[in-house]
C-alpha cells in the first residue's frame, strides 16, 4: 500500500511539490513495521533513507542511552538530509510503541528526483528557508573586544 498523497503533502520537504508528482512518488514509499523498543535507526548509521510515521511513536535520543531530545508520533518525519546528501545518522531514534512508517530510499527518491527536476527546484527552495530560519534562531558571539597593547610611561628620576 503507498503512502497517501495527503500524508506526503505535509512533509515540509515536499509541500511545494504538486498533487501530480506527489501520486508519482509515492508508491516508491515502502511500509515499514519496527517492533516496541527496537531501534528505527541508530546514530552513525548510514542515512539510507526518509521515513514518515503512519502509527505509533518513536524517540529520539542522544546516543548511548543519552536524554531525549524529541518525541515523534503520526504525520512525524526524520531522515530528510540523509535522503539528500547519504550522511551519517546524527541521532538515535527507538520505538516507544509498535511503529509503522513508510520509507523511501536515497537511491529510489534520487531517481525519482533525476526524472522530475520541478522537484528538485522546490527541495532547495524548502532547504533555503530552513536554512535562513536557522541563520535567524542561532545567537551570534558576541565579538571579543580586543585589547590594544599601549607602552607605559618610564618614569623619569629626578
Same mark, same amino acid.
Given at each position: 500500500?503507498?503512502?497517501?498523497?495527503?500524508?506526503?503533502?505535509?512533509?515540509?520537504?515536499?509541500?511545494?511539490?504538486?498533487?501530480? &508528482?506527489?501520486?508519482?512518488?509515492a508508491?516508491?514509499? %515502502?511500509?515499514?513495521?519496527y517492533?516496541r +523498543?527496537?531501534? %528505527?535507526?541508530?546514530?552513525g548509521?548510514s542515512? =539510507?533513507?526518509?521515513f514518515?510515521?503512519?502509527?505509533? &511513536?518513536? /524517540?529520539?535520543?542522544?546516543?548511548?542511552?543519552?536524554?531525549? %531530545?524529541?518525541?515523534?508520533?503520526p504525520?512525524?518525519?526524520?531522515?530528510?538530509? =540523509?535522503?539528500?546528501?547519504?550522511?551519517?545518522?546524527?541521532?538515535?531514534?527507538?520505538?516507544? /510503541?509498535n511503529?509503522?512508517?513508510?520509507?523511501?530510499?536515497?537511491?529510489q527518491?534520487r531517481?525519482?528526483?533525476k +526524472?522530475?527536476?520541478?522537484?528538485?527546484?522546490?527541495?532547495? &527552495?524548502?532547504?533555503?528557508?530552513?536554512?535562513?530560519? /536557522? &541563520?535567524?534562531?542561532? $545567537?551570534k558571539? %558576541?565579538?571579543?573586544?580586543?585589547?590594544?597593547?599601549? $607602552?607605559?610611561?618610564?618614569?623619569?628620576? =629626578?
Amino acid at each position: 500500500m503507498p503512502v497517501p498523497v495527503e500524508v506526503l503533502r505535509r512533509v515540509p520537504l515536499l509541500s511545494k511539490v504538486d498533487d501530480a &508528482e506527489l501520486a508519482q512518488l509515492a508508491p516508491r514509499f %515502502v511500509e515499514r513495521v519496527y517492533d516496541r +523498543g527496537t531501534p %528505527v535507526v541508530s546514530r552513525g548509521s548510514s542515512g =539510507a533513507g526518509f521515513f514518515i510515521i503512519a502509527e505509533g &511513536e518513536a /524517540t529520539v535520543d542522544i546516543a548511548g542511552g543519552g536524554s531525549t %531530545v524529541a518525541r515523534l508520533g503520526p504525520g512525524d518525519c526524520f531522515g530528510e538530509i =540523509a535522503l539528500i546528501d547519504g550522511g551519517k545518522r546524527s541521532r538515535d531514534i527507538t520505538a516507544t /510503541t509498535n511503529v509503522r512508517a513508510w520509507g523511501i530510499s536515497r537511491d529510489q527518491f534520487r531517481a525519482y528526483v533525476k +526524472g522530475h527536476p520541478d522537484i528538485a527546484w522546490s527541495l532547495l &527552495e524548502v532547504l533555503a528557508s530552513r536554512l535562513r530560519a /536557522t &541563520e535567524v534562531a542561532t $545567537p551570534k558571539p %558576541v565579538p571579543r573586544q580586543r585589547r590594544h597593547w599601549v $607602552p607605559r610611561r618610564r618614569r623619569q628620576r =629626578a
